[in-house]
């Protein structure tokens, strides 16, 4: 019984080596030691499985490819994008947003409809786009505006994307990103001008969107959307984040927070509903809020970078939102 596991196993390293090196066909190998295909085609696979044969991709990007395979089935994404993490962190939203917006750029077709959310990285997405002439596109913004014009500001977010993409239409939500109160938000949002743009909100075909971070680095909080007492207070009620404008728990919950029932965007449900949607955020800051949001199964595609990515996939690395 030794001398016949000896044979076979000198079969299958001849097997291996023709195919591996010699890059034979499994039909001639079949042919060349009187075997069927299929006989060859499972001694290649054993090959594989007990380790007789093993396959390395001397890639830079190697370690990115497979960090994207595990992202795929930790979260049951249908792509997951990791770019290097480069040096500098404004390079880090350039070439996270660049992968989103080149992914989108691909797929998006004339009669069909984008909604956008905003922030630093999708405002460093722009330039990744191509170019097209004024087709049948439509761009939605899916949050209001900021009270000052800005480049991250939701409405130059969308309106740039909308003349790179040639939109033959661009909506915004004509308001404040969070309203001063509920009943604020009720008046706002029962207005028809608003009742049209959610409408077209919940109908785009895909969204990109970026999440937002509770950590002491915020966007929010920099720019304006969130007064330093609204950062404690939610840090209280135990959020992490934000996606869609709506902050979430670890565990990508929404909080029961005041913010979450001001905001004048559509409801979350509305939202989550859309066919793809793709986000695009990289940072060790991020890794709290893109956790939860991965948890909730809110998203279909995710772009960021290696070092987050790592972090993701590794329950113990976490930046945890600090006031």
């Known amino acids: 019984m ?6 076979l ?3 299958q390293a001849r097997i ?8 034979q066909t499994q039909a001639g190998i079949a042919e060349h030691y009187g075997l069927t295909r299929a006989r060859v085609n499972r001694l290649l696979q054993d090959a594989r499985e007990t380790g007789l044969v093993q396959i390395t991709i001397s890639s830079p990007l190697a370690s990115c490819v497979e960090l994207e395979w ?13 770019v290097p993490t480069p040096a500098r962190e404004r390079q880090l939203y350039q070439a996270v947003g660049e992968a989103a917006a080149a992914w989108v750029g691909e797929r998006l077709r004339d009669g069909q409809s984008l909604g956008l959310g905003w922030g630093k990285t999708l405002s460093a997405s722009v330039g990744a786009l191509p170019r097209r002439p004024q087709g049948d596109i439509a761009v939605v913004s899916l ?4 009270p000052h014009s800005h480049t991250t500001n939701p409405y130059d977010v969308a309106s740039r994307y909308a003349r790179r993409l040639g939109a033959a239409q661009c909506y915004y939500i004509a308001a404040p990103m969070y309203a001063d109160s509920p009943a604020t938000r009720a008046t706002l949002v029962g207005q028809p001008m608003f009742t049209r743009v959610y409408e077209r909100a919940a109908e785009v075909d895909m969204a990109l969107v970026g999440v937002g971070d509770l950590t002491a680095r915020s966007t929010n909080v920099a720019l304006g959307a969130l ?3 609204e950062w404690h207070s939610l840090l209280e009620a135990g959020a992490v984040g934000e996606l869609f404008g709506h902050f979430l728990d670890a565990a990508g919950n929404p909080v029961d927070h005041p913010l979450n ?6 409801s979350l449900d509305r939202l989550r509903a859309i066919p793809i949607i793709i986000a695009a955020s990289g940072g060790m800051q991020k890794t709290a809020i893109l956790r939860a949001v991965l948890l909730g199964r809110y998203l279909t595609v ?13 329950q113990g690395n976490t930046e945890e939102p600090t006031a």
């Open 2 to 7: 030794g001398d016949d596991t000896d044979r």
């Open 9 to 11: 196993g000198d079969l």
């Open 16 to 23: 291996a080596w023709a195919y591996y090196k010699e890059g």
């Open 70 to 82: 595990r992202l795929q089935e930790a979260f049951g994404l249908a792509r997951a994008m990791v």
């Open 143 to 146: 949050f209001g505006g900021l």
């Open 227 to 229: 007064s330093h007492e």
């Open 261 to 266: 029932r001001c905001f004048t965007g559509p």
């Open 302 to 314: 995710l772009a960021t970078d290696e070092q987050t990515a790592a972090a993701l996939l590794d």
